[in-house]
């Protein structure tokens, strides 16, 4: 099965497709990253954001680092690439920066919290542009 999704907060969108969906990581577990807006469901539910600073995000931001090529076939199953990439630094803080902002104002609606950690899914014959949230 796919993983559940959980309810994000938007508070940004880019000049691509893109919205910047985020949890905030401690009420969902929902990082900071790119979403298609096809893959967004609109809710009728606000969250204010008026003096919440969020960082500079853009399409570059998401960016990965280029990797350097292996000379040799040794260089592919190497050990120091077995780790993995995780979040960096910047993106660590400017989470924890954000989040702290939002749950200023997550707090003060009833309920709000709840809401976005609720599990959602669609089922077949659910439609969606007939749903209201």
């Known amino acids: 099965l796919p993983p559940i999704p959980l309810r994000p907060a938007p508070p940004h969108h880019f000049h691509s ?3 910047l969906p985020t949890g905030p990581y401690a009420v969902n577990g929902v990082p900071i990253k790119r979403v298609n807006q096809a893959y967004v469901i609109a809710t009728s539910q606000k969250v204010d954001l008026k003096g ?3 960082p500079a ?6 960016a990965r680092e280029a990797e350097e090529k292996a000379e040799d076939d040794e260089g592919v199953f190497s050990a120091a ?3 993995g990439s995780g979040p960096s630094e910047q993106r660590k803080t400017d ?3 954000l989040d702290k902002a939002m749950m200023g104002s997550i707090k003060k609606t009833e ?3 709840a809401y976005l950690q609720a599990k959602f899914s669609l089922k077949n014959g659910d439609k969606p ?3 209201v949230f």
């Open 17 to 19: 497709p893109h919205r």
């Open 52 to 54: 919440v600073k969020v």
């Open 57 to 62: 995000i853009d399409d570059a931001y998401f």
């Open 81 to 83: 690439k077995a780790g």
């Open 95 to 97: 989470q924890a920066a």
């Open 111 to 113: 309920m709000l919290e």
């Open 129 to 131: 542009h007939e749903m």
